[in-house]
């Protein structure tokens, strides 16, 4: 069974407390979402089914036909689809970016076949986008309808491969969490991906309940959402 740990400011971080992961970062994310979300009065039976995070052939880890997808999609009965692919800029990073003239050009010519049918939106998921303020100045200028942000990369350091992260497991964490405020006060986008995106290639993953409500309240006043939790 996956494990995290959680800092108990009762012993006065002091120590690593561990319990199941999930229940906890479920239990906090749940009871702080509930304390500043209400359905739209009137509107509690307004429901779509929509996938927002769907990486193609245009990202490293993907070998994705838009339409297809798009095919599968209405085959499985969603209203609405969301493709956005890496936009990553870390010097280890397999690429570097995409070519977003084509990745747009396939887009539109996928909301011409589905019209009627799907609603297709065209999105990104930038990578540390407080780190390269030069290029994602340029990406929101593009035509997207949502932009994701996310962490990858901990000082040049994909959590994904496990054998080359130089910090343990708290270090880790301790400078994922660092990044992900700063990306959280840059802002910009939408969405913010994997919250918790390290505990997929680890048996553990280790916050603490101030920082993580810290994080959450800064992404609520400007107004993100979270997937992938």
């Given at each position: 069974?996956?494990?995290?740990?959680?800092?108990?400011?009762?012993?006065?971080?002091?120590?690593?407390?561990?319990?199941?992961?999930?229940?906890?970062?479920?239990?906090?994310?749940?009871?702080?979402?509930?304390?500043?979300?209400?359905?739209?009065?009137?509107?509690?039976?307004?429901?779509?089914?929509?996938?927002?995070?769907?990486?193609?052939?245009?990202?490293?880890?993907?070998?994705?036909?838009?339409?297809?997808?798009?095919?599968?999609?209405?085959?499985?009965?969603?209203?609405?689809?969301?493709?956005?692919?890496?936009?990553?800029?870390?010097?280890?990073?397999?690429?570097?970016?995409?070519?977003?003239?084509?990745?747009?050009?396939?887009?539109?010519?996928?909301?011409?076949?589905?019209?009627?049918?799907?609603?297709?939106?065209?999105?990104?998921?930038?990578?540390?986008?407080?780190?390269?303020?030069?290029?994602?100045?340029?990406?929101?200028?593009?035509?997207?309808?949502?932009?994701?942000?996310?962490?990858?990369?901990?000082?040049?350091?994909?959590?994904?491969?496990?054998?080359?992260?130089?910090?343990?497991?708290?270090?880790?964490?301790?400078?994922?969490?660092?990044?992900?405020?700063?990306?959280?006060?840059?802002?910009?986008?939408?969405?913010?991906?994997?919250?918790?995106?390290?505990?997929?290639?680890?048996?553990?993953?280790?916050?603490?309940?101030?920082?993580v409500l810290r994080i959450?309240?800064?992404?609520?006043?400007?107004?993100?959402?979270?997937?992938?939790?």
């Open positions: 069974q996956r494990q995290m740990c959680i800092r108990d400011s009762s012993i006065g971080g002091r120590g690593w407390e561990i319990r199941p992961w999930y229940g906890i970062l479920k239990d906090t994310l749940s009871s702080f979402c509930s304390a500043v979300w209400r359905a739209p009065s009137g509107r509690e039976d307004v429901f779509m089914r929509t996938d927002l995070h769907v990486h193609t052939h245009f990202s490293f880890d993907s070998q994705a036909d838009i339409q297809r997808a798009c095919r599968q999609a209405v085959q499985a009965g969603l209203t609405h689809i969301g493709f956005n692919d890496h936009f990553d800029l870390d010097p280890s990073s397999k690429e570097k970016g995409y070519d977003q003239s084509a990745f747009f050009d396939e887009i539109k010519a996928a909301q011409d076949a589905f019209a009627g049918r799907l609603r297709i939106l065209a999105g990104v998921e930038f990578s540390e986008p407080h780190l390269y303020p030069k290029e994602y100045e340029q990406t929101l200028s593009q035509p997207y309808d949502y932009v994701i942000g996310a962490v990858h990369y901990i000082d040049g350091m994909d959590p994904y491969f496990t054998e080359k992260m130089a910090y343990p497991l708290p270090k880790m964490y301790e400078r994922y969490w660092e990044e992900m405020e700063r990306m959280v006060e840059t802002g910009g986008f939408q969405i913010i991906a994997h919250l918790d995106y390290p505990k997929r290639y680890y048996n553990a993953c280790l916050f603490e309940d101030q920082t959450l309240q800064k992404a609520c006043d400007k107004g993100l959402s979270l997937i992938h939790i």
